[in-house]
């Protein structure tokens, strides 16, 4: 593997109202980045970078004060809420433009451990493009969430795409990384699906899970199901064999049906018997095919966004 030299690091911070966070998470990674640079670890300008994701609360001021008072606090502020994934990539987009070597993404309620970045920047150092992080657990999560996000990938692995369990969006990327990430066109990344498949030299850190820092989570059923089907319909086209298969059987036991029924009426003469069979047969046929449906509508409106091409994320201000 490559020898390295020492990175300049830019941390990545998307936040959707979390005034009551993000001082303290910048205050924080500030020490990771000041106790780093003292280890010679990274270079002194390092820096972080918040991406307001269209917050309505006093988030963004907080965000100009601290850069006022610190310029490695850069940040940008979107038009509206676009989402954590796209806060994401605009974060990944802007710094690969400002200017670093890797990269780290971590939440602004510091649930993941801050102190986990100095060994993704060993494994950067030991040659690695993608350091994931993995949680040790699960403690904090809700049943529910847990219960979700474990059906979420289990259906994924099912369908061929390997997505690392419990990896949150916690991880180290390379510039490396972030040149091949823009060569990329397609509009709906999902990035734990996309850093997994481009191939590059890849490992992982596990990390504690705290407790969110303040405020509740920003995520809500609807939010967490568009995450999961946007992951599944970027990464997995099974689900579309899947109704091909499942159509063929259907119609060969249509095909079944309709000789056994022939054979009732030519040789029996009893055929007005069948009127359960009728409504079962109905009525499951008609489920069927709506859940297909729904299954090719949701390819279908992947294709609708992709092709519409719009802006990701629109960009109000930005402090560098
Ligand atoms: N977030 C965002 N836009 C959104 C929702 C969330 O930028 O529309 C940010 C949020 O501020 C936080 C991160 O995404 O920094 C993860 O959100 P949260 O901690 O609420 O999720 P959870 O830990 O509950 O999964
Ligand atoms: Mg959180």
Redesign the pocket.
Known sequence: MTSRTIPKLAII??????EL?VKTTAEKLLEVINTLVEKKKITPDSYLYF?D??SKDKTWSIIEELHKSNTLIKGTKFIR????QR??IAGLESVREIGCDCVVSI???L?QDEWAIEQFIDEYMNGYDIVLGIRNDRKT?SFF?KFTAEAFYKTMKLLGANIPMNH??YRLVSKRTLDIMSAFSEKLFFLRGFFNEIGLPTTHVNFNVKK?MA?????NFP?LMALALNGITSYSVVPLRFVAVLGFFMALFGFGIGIETVIEKLFWHNSPNGWATNIIVMSAFGGIQLFCLGIIGEYVGQLYREVKSRPRYIKDIELL
């Open positions: 911070i998307p936040c959707y109202n979390e966070c991406v994701d269209g809420n676009f989402g954590n806060a994401l939440d602004a309620d649930q999560d969430k949150s969006d969110r405020g509740c989570s920003k995520f939010s």
